[in-house]
T-cell receptor, first 116, second 116 residues
Framework: GDSVTQMEGPVTLSEEAFLTINCTYT??????LFWYVQYPGEGLQLLLK?????DKGSNKGFEATYRKETTSFHLEKGSVQVSDSAVYFC???????????????FGQGTILTVHP | EAQVTQNPRYLITVTGKKLTVTCSQN?????MSWYRQDPGLGLRQIYY???????DKGDVPEGYKVSRKEKRNFPLILESPSPNQTSLYFC???????????????FGQGTRLTVV
């Protein structure tokens, strides 16, 4: 079955540091890839997505590129802020044929803490 | 405002006492899901529904029931809760895909359930 593996956490950085959170996936077909973010006490919200190979998703200074050859979708940000402290989830959704129904397969989540 | 509303946010109960967690969305989405979030495991799908009166098991359905009598509501029922169901639960909804699974899922704020 489908699976998503994220780098072990937690990750602790100083403000303005460079961030990378690794994500690799296993899928039988051709999935869409997502990064979701969960701020303390809140539900998950979509951060960015990519639907085909070499697509780059970007939002709020975060970027991730869909790499089919390495089955990866690593999240990067050039300069993190304290407000980026959250849990980040990599996820995939695979077309089940006909009309997709939106099941997400998640990685285990990476806790990011940014200090001033 | 487009949103997914779960209630209650926090619940402590005793083993064997039936409970229901409600979920409602105001976006007219066809698809709704329940996930549980556990440390180190990410989010795992419990049940999903593709439309009214259409539900199916996800990856971890044991001990749970759901119903979809109206499009907007998707309650999660624990008939006889046990301590291993202590977890953080999320309801999510998404619109029908148009042939590929790139649609965004919208999440509720979560219900933290403790079974003692």
């Amino acid at each position: 079955g489908d699976s998503v593996t994220q780098m072990e956490g937690p990750v602790t950085l100083s403000e303005e540091a460079f961030l990378t959170i690794n994500c690799t996936y296993t899928a039988t077909g051709y999935p869409s890839l997502f990064w979701y973010v969960q701020y303390p006490g809140e539900g998950l919200q979509l951060l960015l997505k990519a639907t085909k190979a070499d697509d780059k998703g970007s939002n709020k200074g975060f970027e991730a590129t869909y790499r089919k050859e390495t089955t990866s979708f690593h999240l990067e940000k050039g300069s993190v802020q304290v407000s980026d402290s959250a849990v980040y989830f990599c996820a995939l959704s695979e077309w089940a044929g006909g009309t997709s129904y939106g099941k997400l397969t998640f990685g285990q989540g990476t806790i990011l803490t940014v200090h001033p | 405002e487009a949103q997914v509303t779960q209630n209650p946010r926090y619940l402590i109960t005793v083993t064997g006492k039936k409970l229901t967690v409600t979920c409602s969305q105001n976006m007219n989405h066809e698809y709704m899901s329940w996930y549980r979030q556990d440390p180190g495991l990410g989010l795992r799908q419990i049940y999903y529904s593709m439309n009214v009166e259409v539900t199916d098991k996800g990856d971890v359905p044991e001990g749970y029931k759901v119903s979809r009598k109206e499009k907007r509501n998707f309650p999660l029922i624990l008939e006889s809760p046990s301590p291993n169901q202590t977890s953080l639960y999320f309801c999510a909804s998404s619109p029908r895909g148009r042939g590929y699974p790139d649609t965004e899922a919208f999440f509720g704020q979560g219900t933290r359930l403790t079974v003692v």
